[in-house]
């Protein structure tokens, strides 16, 4: 488990109600987050190499709506609060209590990771662990799709989220570490924030030769 990991999984345990409340439905109004949602589920349904883990699921929204994609999707969250938020909501859903830099998976058995908006609590010096991690328990062919706060600035930029400190990244940036984790690039998303966002949303969708 990563150092930060008690901290922020602290931090969400306390805003979890809050959260699931406010969240919990957010994608009925994020028609390109549901867009490059689908075409994640289906490159991963087309290939068959296995579940999709949801790291950092939260109350396990996003998990749920893979499932509705057609995707045999888990989800693993640090928060155990949320973990159990996310299993009184979705009860015929998995949900496990877990760190993203060390999961409780065997090598390659995953057809997918999903990432979104899960790094940015993570020290610019721990994600490419973390992606060297989301590498070892893909399967050959599967695919990562990374959901990130973006910024044009090639260095990580710290700003101040409502839960714990956060970092926004360019998109290059973090390109360059997930092909030095092993990945090649399948497709790239920014999105201009809706009002009420600071920031540029980033997605970036990678698969593990």
Known sequence: MVENSAGVGAAYDAVAGLYAELFGDVLDRLPVERGVLAAFAELVRVRGAG??????????HVT?????????????????????????????????VGSMAALDLGDGVLGGVLAS???????PEQVPGVFGEFHRVLASGGHLLLGFFASDDPEPQEFDHKV??????????LMDLLRQAGFVEVARVLRSPHDGERFQQGHLLVRKP
């Open 51 to 60: 579940p999709v883990a949801d790291v950092g699921c939260g109350p396990g």
């Open 64 to 96: 749920a709506h893979l499932g509705g994609l057609g995707v045999d999707a888990f989800g693993v969250d640090v928060s155990s609060a949320m973990v159990e938020l996310a299993r009184q909501k979705h009860p015929g859903t998995r949900f496990d």
């Open 117 to 123: 908006y899960s790094i940015i609590h993570m020290r």
């Open 164 to 173: 714990a400190l956060a970092y926004r990244w360019s998109p290059n940036s």
